[in-house]
């Protein structure tokens, strides 16, 4: 079965620093996203991208975040100076539909500590 | 607000016994509705949906759940829990194009 997949698995940076997140969703998937996951809190939703533009984004994505489809490929989450509390696990995921026409196939993560 | 509530945090069951993880919602209308299963680190695995129709829904792993619209519930059963099942559950929902809104989760334990 297709799979997201992300990369690195697990990523650790010093606060102040910019760090890509990136994922490669399932090839013939339309909408993308990403959530994060604070250890021991719930799954929260950052932003959904479709077409080539942001199409949904929460008050967490903030100016210090940013996301990008550079190819026809990956999609990236792009953190411009770390802080201490970026420190989570973030999930990539893609579909075919938007959701609730399709549900969301998420990949493994990428754990990013922040110290 | 729109929001999911999973009242329970954390249930322990023993292999063999029936399990039902409760799910609330809070839309105006009727979401789309979801549990998803999350391993140690590992990703978000889809269990079942339910869009429309028939009120209880058939899921992989032999889970299945129940809609319920007098209750605003979704809840998800298993009547005999194995101990691979132990992970962290999390119901989700969404209308339309909206993005998923997630409970908090409820960890399961299994004791053999």
């Known amino acids: 079965e297709p799979e997201v997949t992300q990369t690195p698995s697990h990523q650790v940076t010093q606060m102040g620093q910019e760090v890509i997140l990136r994922c490669v969703p399932i090839?013939?998937?339309?909408?993308f996203y990403w959530y994060r996951q604070i250890l021991g809190q719930k799954v929260e939703f950052l932003v959904s991208?479709?077409?080539?533009?942001?199409?949904?984004k929460s008050e967490i994505f903030d100016d210090q975040f940013s996301v990008e489809r550079p190819d026809g490929s990956n999609f990236t989450l792009k953190i411009r100076s770390t802080k201490l509390e970026d420190s989570a696990m973030y999930f990539c995921?893609?579909?075919?539909?938007?959701?609730?026409?399709?549900?969301?196939?998420f990949g493994n993560g990428t754990r990013l500590t922040v110290t | 607000a729109q929001s999911v509530t999973q009242p329970d945090i954390h249930i322990t069951v023993s292999e063999g016994a029936s399990l039902e993880l409760r799910c609330n919602y809070s839309?105006?209308?009727?979401?789309?509705l979801f549990w998803y299963v999350q391993s140690p680190g590992q990703g978000l695995q889809l269990l079942l949906k339910?869009?429309?129709?028939?009120?209880l829904v058939q899921g992989i792993k032999g889970f299945e759940a129940e809609f319920k619209r007098s209750q605003s519930s979704f809840n998800l059963r298993k009547p005999s829990v194995h101990w691979s099942d132990a992970a962290e559950y999390f119901c989700?929902?969404?209308?339309?194009?909206?993005?998923?809104?997630f409970g908090s989760g409820t960890r399961l334990q299994v004791q053999p």
């Open positions: 995921a893609s579909s075919a539909d938007r959701v609730g026409n399709s549900p969301l196939h």
């Open positions: 090839s013939n998937h339309l909408y």
């Open positions: 991208f479709y077409n080539n533009e942001i199409s949904e």
């Open positions: 839309y105006g209308a009727t979401p789309y």
């Open positions: 339910y869009f429309s129709g028939d009120t």
């Open positions: 989700a929902a969404n209308t339309g194009r909206r993005a998923l809104t």
